[in-house]
């Protein structure tokens, strides 16, 4: 096992279960695609394909790859994010403070960027023109240069976020996650906690701050989704329970109007610290997950209400925090039949404990229609790991080993597909 460098405690302040026994309960696929599945605890990430003619008729998950992002100081390995035509991946790695850029279909690594202490989430722009890059750890986003065609990343400029900002005060965080609008601004939530909690959204032509929001107007602190047709973005807001003081978490979505940056909506999720979220690629509907209590709703974007409830992402669910696992970050598969789900492990590295512990780290995959639970992949089980050594993990002894814990999660297309997979759309 690889050697567990002290992480955990960076990570504190920022934010091969059977493929036969998938391949026998999933329904059929028609087009194929990969699911890249990140484990910030061992620096790997596991690429997955789904097969279009597998045996009997059934489909089948193989896994094809690994990558090892530590090889290239690439720490924490925490979100991924595609360019336009999914032929290069961003990955954004917390306690490496770097940006790694990979070709897809040959997994070589293309870029290799020092983009500051925790950095946390990187997404290319629309055009392919640019990378944009939250960073925790100095409160800052970063626009990488790109140019896909000469294989060219060059860091070019930097937004500081602070109380410097029009509309913010020094109450509000860091930037955390960003997607991009109809009008080609990044919406950034800040963060991490709830309590420090805002929303900043910049303006690409001239790379500023265009407007902003502070916590106590709108405390959102994860993700951020566009609507694929409408001048609507959806975010979220979630906060862990605390229960040695006896305060409730929260778990709410808002929905903005990117026309006019005015509130059109704000609604609970049914549980406690939203989180993850995905629309369908149909665009019909908008799944939002609860990473303390493994549950979450479906939203319609038409009318940006509830209309249904999830019970479970992950299959250990209990009233007892450290029995339950703990979702994270999704995406739905092109031809929208499944979706998959990150699960985190009993030694998580972000997020508060009492939240983002789990029980087996992996990725849960969902029946998009039923909503139910088919199975969970595990490519470094668990029950490898004895308790010794999980202990020696938590306690964050100099020389534990690395424990598995799952946080992002891309699908990647494989062919052309009808609709949208990866924003922005």
Request: proline content about 7%; aromatic content about 8%; hydrophobic content about 35%.
């Amino acid at each position: 096992m690889p050697e567990r460098i002290s992480r955990r405690g960076f990570m504190g302040v920022a934010a091969g279960a059977s493929v036969a026994a998938l391949a026998g309960c999933l329904g059929t696929t028609e087009e194929g695609y990969e699911v890249w599945a990140l484990d910030q605890g061992t620096n790997t990430i596991y690429i997955y394909e789904a097969l279009q003619e597998p045996d009997e008729d059934e489909p089948e998950f193989e896994e094809v790859d690994t990558i090892d992002t530590g090889e290239d100081d690439g720490e924490v390995p925490h979100m991924i994010h595609y360019s336009s035509e999914y032929a290069y991946a961003a990955v954004a790695c917390t306690a490496g403070a770097r940006t790694l850029v990979y070709r897809t279909d040959d997994r070589e690594l293309v870029a290799n960027l020092e983009t500051g202490a925790g950095t946390h989430f990187a997404g290319f722009t629309p055009d392919n023109e640019a990378i944009i890059v939250d960073v925790i750890g100095e409160s800052k986003i970063v626009r990488i240069d790109v140019n896909l065609e000469e294989e060219f990343f060059d860091i070019a400029d930097e937004i500081e976020i602070d109380e410097g900002v029009d509309g913010l005060t020094e109450d509000e965080g860091a930037p955390i996650c960003h997607s991009y609008d109809h009008r080609g601004r990044s919406v950034h939530t800040l963060g991490p906690s709830y309590h420090d909690a805002g929303l900043v959204i910049v303006d690409h032509d001239e790379f500023v701050v265009d407007t902003a929001f502070p916590g106590e107007e709108l405390p959102t602190n994860c993700g951020t989704m566009p609507h694929p047709d409408e001048e609507k973005f959806y975010l979220t807001a979630g906060l862990p329970s605390d229960p040695d003081a006896g305060e409730d978490g929260v778990g709410e979505y808002y929905v903005l109007d990117t026309e006019t940056d005015e509130i059109l909506h704000q609604e609970s999720t049914g549980g406690v610290d939203a989180h993850g979220f995905w629309f369908a690629p149909d665009g019909e509907e908008l799944w939002v997950l609860n990473r303390e209590t493994n549950d979450g709703v479906v939203v319609d974007p038409d009318t940006d209400e509830v209309v249904h409830e999830i019970e479970a992402f992950g299959p250990a669910q209990s009233d007892d925090p450290e029995e339950r696992d703990a979702p994270d970050i999704m995406w739905f598969s092109p031809d929208g039949e499944y979706v998959f789900v990150t699960l985190r492990g009993p030694v998580p590295l972000s997020g508060d404990p009492h939240a983002a512990t789990g029980v087996t780290p992996g990725f849960a995959v969902l029946d998009a229609e039923t909503r139910d639970i088919l199975d969970v992949v595990e490519p470094d089980p668990i029950e490898d790991y004895d308790e010794e050594t999980l202990q020696a993990a938590h306690d964050d002894e100099e020389d534990a080993e690395a424990i598995p814990d799952f946080h992002g999660i891309g699908v990647r297309p494989l062919d052309d597909f009808d609709g949208d997979s990866s924003p922005p759309y």
